[in-house]
């Protein structure tokens, strides 16, 4: 067994002169939920490319399960499964015939499709042309698909980018799922609460580089405030803010004092965002 | 490359070409072309061979003429009228029998028949013919001939038909679709709506995917090519042999297609190249339609390899060893192709990543 699912050991890629990946390493252990953050054109898909053998890297590799993905492409693909950002079914077949036809590529043998459709929530429109599916149906499909091998390493790219709530909890779920399982997930995304809320660690990439890679929460502890947002209501009627800094020697008079003279109506803990620490961090947006 | 992927991913664009344009058009348009031609240029639905008479004089043998099942008789009120339908082909032969024949032949004294015969009529039917008016003039098998033919040629004269004109260009449209066109479009199609990138993150290579292509390309073309030249008579007497070389002129369509899909970026473009490219790849045919200017011309131009040793084989009855140096062209051709897809392999995998 590898002692990592997926391990980036200084992978470069360059487009003529631009340095897209610079040198980059990390490692992802078996079942860990890694989102892989960062704006367009940092070099996330470029490095996720060469993850899954799409691309050769110009120096550096990359091992799955145990294996330089580009001396084994075709057996490492074997078990690992993608989604891409961009809608790429065949549209003029149905959801069975899509999935089959994947499901003979891996040689998956007595596969179901119509399990997996009723899974991702598509059970009933399975003899539709794809080409009448919504967005959201075709991305359900879609991560249907890159499920299709029961992979030990998925890949995920935008996975809810344009899906209405109820589709996106879907496929949230059934990213929890797999990793529940032990599949490994490097997932790229620009949506930070998506990251937050399935991801174990997140990785910063930004200029081809990891800026920074740990657990949300560690980040936010490092990067965010320690401090509370007190809303009050004032004499007049006006709500009027008040922030507590939490380590300081008199927090616990201030707030005994707050609580004691004023009329409280919230609390909240001024925690950063994984999107405040990004731009602190990189001194760019996440959209930039 | 993996068989067991190549054979699915054959049974995928097998099954998708019921929804394929290109796939439809290059099963359709050959055989009707092939029908078009064979209607407007008369001998489709003329098994029978086609014979008019004018008779003068009251013959009994116009009567026994009438009455025979392999000839298709129409007798004529006067010589003008079986001239005109000579003239434009309605019939293939025209006989004039004189007054006073059936008297003269009674008497030995051979007497003359006109025997007009339409241009661009097939030498088989002009053979039946013959042979069924010598049966019904002769007394005996081995007897010397009772008449004269006086013999007149109506029409241009060429004694090449239209048909056989336009043969090469359909067998040539037969395997240049199939082989060609159906690959070409099918890999432009996934290139563009980037299932191709999905077949390559799966244990299918890339490679898998150009052979199954090639291999869809190499069944259409060589199928409609048989098809194409049974429809239009033409499939002579070495069945094996034709299908041989007609397979390997689809191996090089199929191959020339794989390598046109592979660098070209969507349809309109790929449209646009075979729209221009289309007069060199069917200038061997264009060369055969025209007779008057030196034929050596074709030789010119790759497809002349695809479709000279079909022609050879299945019109001129030619052997492997006539034709063997035009298939070590092709043979030739074929390796050109595949080693400029090997070459230029790894190139089009990375165009593939960064393009999804």
Redesign the interface.
């Given at each position: 067994m590898a002692q990592y699912a997926v391990s980036a050991q200084d992978l470069t890629y360059r487009y003529g002169d631009l340095l897209a990946v610079d040198h980059i390493s990390f490692d992802i252990p078996e079942g860990e939920v890694l989102g892989f953050l960062g704006p367009n054109g940092a070099g996330k898909s470029t490095t996720v490319?060469m993850l899954?053998?799409?691309?050769?890297p110009a120096s550096g590799k990359a091992v799955l399960l145990g294996k330089d993905i580009a001396q084994n492409?075709?057996?490492v693909?074997?078990h690992?499964g993608?989604l891409?950002e961009?809608?790429?079914?065949?549209?003029?077949?149905n959801a069975v015939?899509n999935l089959t036809?994947?499901a003979?590529?891996?040689?998956v043998k007595n596969f179901n499709a119509l399990t997996l459709l009723e899974k991702v929530g598509l059970g009933g429109r399975e003899k539709e042309r794809v080409a009448n599916y919504s967005k959201g149906m075709k991305q359900r499909l879609m991560l249907a698909?890159a499920l299709i091998n029961s992979p030990r390493v998925l890949f995920l790219d935008e996975p809810t980018d344009g899906l209405d709530p109820v589709s996106s909890q879907t496929v949230h779920a059934l990213i929890r799922e797999a990793a529940q399982n032990g599949t490994t997930v490097l997932l790229t995304t620009h949506d930070m609460v998506e990251a937050d809320k399935l991801s174990n660690r997140v990785a910063f990439i930004n200029k081809g580089k990891i800026v920074v890679l740990d657990t949300p929460a560690a980040l936010k502890q490092a990067y965010g405030k320690r401090a509370l947002r007190v809303e009050v209501q004032a004499a007049n009627g006006a709500t009027e803010i008040r922030e507590v800094t939490l380590d300081a020697d008199d927090t616990p008079q201030k707030l005994h004092d707050l609580f004691q003279n004023e009329r409280v109506i919230t609390v909240h803990s001024e925690e950063a965002t994984l999107e405040d620490i990004f731009v602190k961090i990189t001194g760019r947006g996440l959209h930039g | 490359m993996n068989p067991r992927h190549i054979f699915v991913l054959l049974g995928k664009e097998i099954r998708q070409g019921k929804t394929n344009f290109f796939f439809i058009y290059a099963l359709l348009m050959p055989l009707i072309l092939s029908l078009l031609v064979a209607l407007v240029f008369g001998d489709l639905f003329s098994e029978t061979p086609r014979l008019g008479i004018y008779d003068a004089g009251q013959s009994a043998i116009t009567a026994r003429l009438l009455a025979t099942d392999h000839l298709e008789v129409t007798a004529y009120a006067n010589e003008a009228a079986l001239r005109e339908a000579v003239q434009r082909g309605g019939v293939m032969v025209g006989v004039i029998f004189p007054t006073g024949f059936d008297a003269a032949l009674a008497a030995g004294e051979q007497p003359s028949l006109t025997t007009l015969y339409w241009s661009e009529s097939l030498a088989k039917d002009i053979a039946i013919i013959n042979s069924t008016l010598d049966q019904l003039t002769m007394p005996t098998t081995n007897a010397p001939p009772l008449i004269t033919l006086n013999v007149v040629q109506l029409g241009e004269a060429s004694n090449i038909s239209w048909t056989e004109r336009l043969l090469p260009m359909i067998v040539l449209m037969a395997i240049i679709l199939g082989g060609v066109m159906v690959p070409a479009a099918s890999l432009v199609d996934e290139k563009q709506k980037r299932t191709l990138s999905a077949l390559t993150t799966t244990p299918a290579s890339l490679l898998d995917v150009y052979a199954a292509k090639a291999l869809l390309g190499v069944g259409i073309s060589t199928l409609m090519g048989l098809v194409v030249l049974v429809i239009n008579n033409a499939f002579g007497g070495q069945p094996a042999l034709l299908v041989m070389v007609l397979a390997l002129g689809a191996v090089a369509a199929s191959v020339f297609g794989v390598l046109l899909g592979s660098f070209v970026k969507d349809i309109n473009v790929l449209l646009a190249v075979i729209k221009a490219g289309g007069l060199l790849l069917f200038a061997p045919a264009l060369v055969q339609l025209v007779p008057d200017i030196p034929q050596w011309i074709a030789q010119v131009f790759p497809t002349y390899y695809v479709l000279n040793p079909v022609l050879a084989v299945s019109q001129r009855n030619a052997g492997l060893g006539d034709i063997a140096g035009e298939l070590a062209v092709l043979l030739a051709l074929i390796g050109a192709m595949v080693l400029i897809l090997v070459l230029i392999f790894e190139r089009q995998q990375k165009r593939l990543a960064l393009a999804s």
């Open positions: 490319k899954t053998g799409q691309l050769r492409t075709n057996a693909q074997a690992i993608v891409f961009t809608t790429n079914l065949y549209e003029q077949m015939e036809l994947f003979q590529l891996f040689g698909r | -």
